[in-house]
Every structure is written in C-alpha cells, then in structure tokens.
C-alpha cells in the first residue's frame, strides 16, 4: 500500500482535513529508543509516525528518524546532530523517559521545541522548550491512589526502575499516598537492564503491603510482576502507564489476571464515557491502526506519535505568520503557540500548555484497566 493512499485513508477515517503544501517545508527531527532495553517504547511509537497525513499545518515535512538505543548519550548526540546538522525545527522524542530529558539541554540551548513522547521531568529553571505528549505521573498516580482509596487499600510496596523515571513516580505517590492516609511499606528499586528482580520481590512481600505498585515500561514490566506473584504474594497489584501494552498480556500471562494498569485512553477508548471529548477521536484512531497493522495491535504509544501530528498541525500555522520554517523566528513563534493556544483535543484527552504547564492534561487524560481473559477491561 502505498503512503500517499495509506496517509489519506487515515485522515478520511478521522474525520480530518489534508492540506495542501505550500512550497515550504517542515524538518522534524525524532529520536526513539528503537533498540536497547527500552525499544518496547520505541518500536511501537514509530508506527504511529508511519500513519501521519502528508501535510502539517498545510505544509509538506521531512521526518528524519534516528535511534538513541535507549542511551541517554546517544539522545543527546542525536539531538545535536538534528539541531546543527538538520537543522530541524522541531524535535520529537525520545520514547523514553532518561534519553528524552537529556535531550532536552539541547533543545534549550538551540531554541528548538522539543516534543517528549515520555513524562520528562526537569529541575527548576531547565526543560523550558520541552512540551510532553505522555501524562505526567502526577496525574497518574493520582488515578492509582483513588483507586486504592475505593477499595480500602491502606498500604503498598514499591518496586521500579533506580531511574528518573522511577524517582518521578515515587515522588508522586509518595505525595498523595501520604495526604491519603496511604503507608508505603518499602521502596525497591533495580536497571531497566537487569535480568531479576527476585530479592526486589521479596522484600517487598515482606514487608506485607495490601499491595504492589510496579514503575516499568514496556515488555520489561512484565519481569517483576511474575516475579512477585511466583514468589506468593496475593495482593493488589498497580502497573504504570508504561506498561500499557499487549506485550504485558502476552509475557505476563495469568501472572498478570486481575492486576490493574493506569492508562492513557487509546489503549481502551470503548471504556470512556459517550460524552468523553476524546472518545470520538480516540476511537476512530484505533479503528484506522488496527485496520492497518491488525486486530489488538492498538497501544497509547503509536498514539502519542499521532497526537504530536494533532498538536502540530494546529500551531504551525500560528506559527508560520510570524517566520518561515529553517528561522529561530519560526522556532520561537512555535513555543510560543503552543504555549498560547489554548485546549487541543487529541486521543489521550484535551491538551492545554501554557508557559507554566508543558504537560497539559487533567484527570480526564486517564483510565484505570484491568486484565481480564487475558484482556484489557475498563475497571470498576
């Protein structure tokens, strides 16, 4: 198939309008953890790129794809290689959360928006041309502890990634769990390259928690949730949005029955409410994915790769009346729209960035599922 008729077949079924170019052209740089042990990320936000329309914001656009082998060196080094050598106008990536944050010093210092398809979290002051596509997991623990609140769940162990990643999402449960009345019995962290996580495990069963709550991504989240339930532990246990996907279904097996997984909305958009603003949107994309790469292949992270289409195709033409694509003036007028322009409704929820928010999402932008007959089901 080819992509001009692939690309159009996709916008018919959204609902959307393709443009035409003008003779300028947008470059956009993207950088994705393709290989290495974070490439569960990585492999499936790239087809999401492969689904884009022709155009952005009526103009034609050069995707230059590099791989950052889940090494936060090699992000970095993509990055400056796309703002000096490609001199991109925008950088999307990368799929992951440590890769991605050294990225973003980079798109700083170059003045280039950079559009982190993780939860990047910076220190005060930096990060300030990163705009993120993930929720912050802020808003996701969030949906974690309401859930622990209804089912009179008093106490849980931690057990993640010794990264920053993990450090965010401690962070943020530890906050909440606290206001709560929530006691976190021990936190346990190993690599993302480790290969066991069996004394992990069994401190935190132990320490008798009411439940678990595992920070992991991908194919790796499977890993420490086997590990706990061969180990005998009984309880409740949470997976983050990273985790989201089919490969935690196909490795985790009946380890994995009636745990509980927060998520973004593409991953069961049937579950939202019919007066949901992305259910719509959400929905159809899903139906175009998986007529396109086939039945169960839908997973939040191709989205996240599709709703940076979304976002852009609405600012670049903010953008544009005030510089042309190659110039800082276009660059600076494209923070500044995104910063500006108000809400987006994209297929994770409604996105609103301001000059104090790159993340941009409320409690709408978020489900909990649960694992049923080795399938995805919107929890109680």
């Given at each position: 198939?080819?992509?001009?008729?692939?690309?159009?077949?996709?916008?018919?079924?959204?609902?959307?309008?393709?443009?035409?170019?003008?003779?300028?052209?947008?470059?956009?740089?993207?950088?994705?953890?393709?290989?290495?042990?974070?490439?569960?990320?990585?492999?499936?936000?790239?087809?999401?790129?492969?689904?884009?329309?022709?155009?952005?914001?009526?103009?034609?656009?050069?995707?230059?794809?590099?791989?950052?082998?889940?090494?936060?060196?090699?992000?970095?080094?993509?990055a400056q290689k796309l703002v000096t050598e490609d001199k991109v106008?925008?950088?999307?990536?990368?799929?992951?959360?440590?890769?991605?944050?050294?990225?973003?010093?980079?798109?700083?210092?170059?003045?280039?928006?950079?559009?982190?398809?993780?939860?990047?979290?910076?220190?005060?002051?930096?990060?300030?041309?990163?705009?993120?596509?993930?929720?912050s997991t802020g808003v996701m623990a969030g949906g974690i502890i309401?859930?622990?609140?209804?089912?009179?769940?008093?106490?849980?162990?931690?057990?993640?990634?010794?990264?920053?990643?993990?450090?965010?999402?401690?962070?943020?449960?530890?906050?909440?769990?606290?206001?709560?009345?929530?006691?976190?019995?021990?936190?346990?962290?190993?690599?993302?390259?480790?290969?066991?996580?069996?004394?992990?495990?069994?401190?935190?069963?132990?320490?008798?928690?009411?439940?678990?709550?595992?920070?992991?991504?991908?194919?790796?989240?499977?890993?420490?949730?086997?590990?706990?339930?061969?180990?005998?532990?009984?309880?409740?246990?949470?997976?983050?949005?990273?985790?989201?996907?089919?490969?935690?279904?196909?490795?985790?097996?009946?380890?994995?029955?009636?745990?509980?997984?927060?998520?973004?909305?593409?991953?069961?958009?049937?579950?939202?409410?019919?007066?949901?603003?992305?259910?719509?949107?959400?929905?159809?994309?899903?139906?175009?994915?998986?007529?396109?790469?086939?039945?169960?292949?839908?997973?939040?992270?191709?989205?996240?790769?599709?709703d940076a289409w979304l976002i852009l195709d609405k600012v670049v033409?903010?953008?544009?009346?005030?510089?042309?694509?190659?110039?800082?003036?276009?660059?600076?007028?494209?923070?500044?729209?995104?910063?500006?322009?108000?809400?987006?409704?994209?297929?994770?929820?409604?996105?609103?960035?301001?000059?104090?928010?790159?993340?941009?999402?409320?409690?709408?932008?978020?489900?909990?599922?649960?694992?049923?007959?080795?399938?995805?089901?919107?929890?109680?």
């Amino acid at each position: 198939m080819k992509r001009l008729f692939k690309t159009t077949i996709l916008a018919a079924a959204l609902g959307l309008t393709v443009s035409t170019a003008s003779a300028e052209e947008l470059d956009i740089g993207v950088v994705l953890s393709l290989t290495g042990p974070a490439s569960g990320l990585g492999i499936p936000t790239n087809t999401g790129f492969k689904l884009w329309p022709d155009t952005v914001g009526g103009l034609k656009y050069n995707l230059i794809v590099l791989d950052d082998a889940s090494n936060p060196a090699q992000a970095q080094k993509n990055a400056q290689k796309l703002v000096t050598e490609d001199k991109v106008d925008v950088i999307l990536g990368s799929s992951t959360t440590t890769p991605a944050i050294a990225m973003g010093e980079t798109a700083a210092s170059s003045k280039t928006v950079q559009l982190a398809i993780s939860p990047a979290e910076f220190p005060d002051g930096k990060g300030t041309w990163t705009f993120r596509l993930p929720q912050s997991t802020g808003v996701m623990a969030g949906g974690i502890i309401n859930h622990m609140k209804a089912n009179d769940i008093k106490s849980f162990a931690f057990i993640g990634y010794n990264d920053a990643y993990g450090d965010s999402w401690f962070r943020d449960l530890k906050e909440q769990a606290e206001a709560a009345g929530i006691k976190i019995t021990t936190e346990e962290r190993y690599a993302r390259a480790d290969t066991s996580v069996t004394a992990q495990a069994l401190k935190a069963i132990a320490s008798k928690p009411d439940a678990i709550v595992i920070v992991a991504s991908g194919s790796g989240s499977a890993m420490p949730h086997t590990t706990v339930v061969d180990r005998g532990f009984k309880g409740t246990i949470y997976q983050t949005h990273s985790a989201a996907s089919r490969d935690l279904i196909r490795l985790g097996g009946k380890a994995v029955e009636g745990s509980f997984v927060i998520s973004g909305l593409a991953v069961l958009p049937e579950g939202l409410p019919e007066d949901h603003p992305s259910k719509k949107l959400a929905t159809d994309f899903v139906n175009a994915y998986e007529k396109e790469y086939g039945a169960g292949t839908r997973n939040q992270f191709a989205a996240h790769a599709f709703d940076a289409w979304l976002i852009l195709d609405k600012v670049v033409p903010v953008a544009l009346k005030k510089g042309k694509p190659g110039t800082e003036e276009f660059r600076v007028a494209l923070k500044d729209a995104l910063e500006n322009y108000g809400s987006i409704p994209i297929t994770q929820g409604v996105i609103t960035y301001t000059k104090d928010d790159h993340f941009g999402f409320d409690d709408q932008a978020r489900m909990m599922l649960t694992i049923e007959d080795g399938a995805f089901k919107a929890a109680k």
